[in-house]
């Protein structure tokens, strides 16, 4: 397949987050895959920040760069860090003569035996959500096209990342109002049942149901569900006190 | 347009209405809560725009008992347009003309952005609500026919028979009398209308 064909469905695939079983760690697998095989490079990683803030190693291309990637968390120093802390690319690193920026991060680099790194951001506009890292046993640089390419597969994997995070959101809010909508209207259905069984209107039946909550410290759902499935009957509900 | 409204489903059924434009935008998501069936129920159901630029004369007739009423409301083009955040489906935006006609591409995009965005303002009405409760606009703001679950209560007691099925009950009337579901129960909270167990009948009562 050409470069270009390769690049194109990479795109495609990482754009595609509608499916039911969209799984970030394939998107990840994917996009690392793909930047090893694209870019023609050794090793492709990345790293994304957990809610509670910190960042985290998810998928790397290889078990040499995973090993280079945790130290890095470790230690708390390297490009991937650096790009994300910046929300910049951090490129064309390397480490052969490195300059002293990431001393131990540069010493297990090339014990692992890669001579360069690279990192660019995952990011969309200012929300930085970590960093794809791109790791080469040849010193020297990327391309600019090749940043470029690496660049484009970052954004559309954040995209869909973050797409499947406000949809995550959305059903669990969604669920929230299902729920909460079944219960007035459990208690709407139990208010219509005592007003017609002990001929009261709306008001007093439910004034009557909530009386009868209180009294028993049970929530409101909890006596009207009783009600409407018929486990409890609108007469055994404590009278109003007058 | 003439009007707009937005429908709240859960599931395969209407739940409510959180606004309409016009008397004639409410009845449409009246008729659509009262016979389950009609252009946001379908857009829901099949997770796509759903469109009749000519109601009065489709090209292929659907919708045979919402059709007539809501011609005769005014609507003679209408469109559903399913409201998504993703996979979740949250209900529809329905748009209707005084005049057949079809969406020209700009409209058709305009709405797609609308839906989006009103689906997103939907999440954000509930997102901060105490748990187990609607969100407080929701709450104000919304036609959840409250007074079609008191009745089904009523009903239910009246026929001995399940809410759920009192419920059908009240629909299958308002459809059996040519009206809406709202009617139908406001009268029988009101005691106007009583359903009586012997068979099954409504009958004016007291």
Same mark, same amino acid.
């Given at each position: 397949m050409s470069r270009e064909a390769l690049m194109t469905r990479t795109l495609v695939k990482l754009a595609?987050?509608?499916?039911? %079983?969209?799984d970030v760690v394939d998107l990840l697998t994917t996009l690392a895959d793909r930047c090893v095989e694209v870019l023609n490079i050794a090793a492709a990683g990345i790293m994304l920040v957990a809610p509670e803030g910190e960042l985290r190693?998810?998928?790397?291309?290889s078990e040499a760069m995973r090993v280079v990637e945790l130290f890095e968390l470790q230690s708390l120093e390297g490009p991937c860090l650096d790009c994300y802390r910046t929300g910049q690319p951090v490129v064309n690193n390397d480490l052969t003569s %490195?300059?002293?920026?990431w001393p131990g991060f540069a010493a297990v680099a090339l014990a692992t035996g890669f001579r360069a790194a690279d990192a660019v951001p995952m990011r969309l506009r200012r929300q930085v959500i970590g960093a794809l890292n791109l790791f080469r046993t040849e010193p020297g640089s990327l391309t600019d096209d090749d940043l470029i390419a690496a660049q484009a597969f970052a954004d559309i994997a954040t995209i869909a990342i973050l797409q499947h995070r406000s949809a995550l959101e959305a059903q669990v809010v969604n669920d929230q109002l299902n729920h909460a909508l079944n219960s007035r209207i459990a208690i709407e259905q139990a208010k219509g049942m005592i007003a017609e069984r002990e001929g009261l209107d709306m008001e007093h039946a439910f004034a009557r149901l909530r009386n009868h909550a209180r009294n028993h410290n049970e929530r409101l759902v909890t006596v009207a569900t009783a009600i409407v499935d018929g486990?409890?009957?609108?007469?055994s509900l404590d009278p109003l006190s007058h | 347009m003439s009007g707009a409204g937005i429908m709240l489903m859960s599931g395969d059924l209407p739940k409510g209405s959180?606004?309409?434009?016009n008397g004639v935008s409410e009845i449409i998501e009246q008729l659509q809560y009262t016979l389950g069936e009609g252009p946001c129920v379908d857009a829901v159901r099949q997770h796509r725009a759903v469109l009749e630029?000519?109601?009065?004369?489709?090209a292929t007739p659907r919708w045979v008992a919402f059709t007539p009423p809501a011609v005769r409301a005014g609507a003679r083009a209408i469109f559903g347009f399913p409201l998504d955040v993703g996979a979740v489906r949250l209900g529809a935006l329905n748009l209707y003309r005084d005049r057949p006609g079809p969406l020209t591409d700009d409209q058709h995009a305009d709405a797609l952005v609308l839906a989006s965005v009103a689906a997103r303002a939907v999440i954000g009405m509930q997102?901060?609500?105490?748990?187990?409760a609607l969100g407080a606009e929701l709450e104000v703001?919304?036609?959840?026919?409250f007074a079609v679950h008191q009745a089904s209560g009523m009903v239910s007691v009246q026929l001995g028979v399940s809410v759920g099925q009192a419920l059908v009950r009240l629909r299958a009337n308002a459809f059996a009398d040519d009206r809406l579901v709202a009617d139908v129960a406001r009268e029988v909270i009101s005691g106007r209308l009583r359903f009586d167990h012997r068979d099954g009948q409504a009958r004016s009562g007291r």
């Open positions: 595609d987050t509608l499916v039911d %079983d969209f190693a998810m998928t790397s291309s %490195d300059d002293g920026r486990t409890a009957v609108p007469g | 959180v606004c309409t434009t630029p000519d109601l009065a004369r489709p997102a901060d609500a105490d748990p187990g703001g919304t036609n959840f026919q």
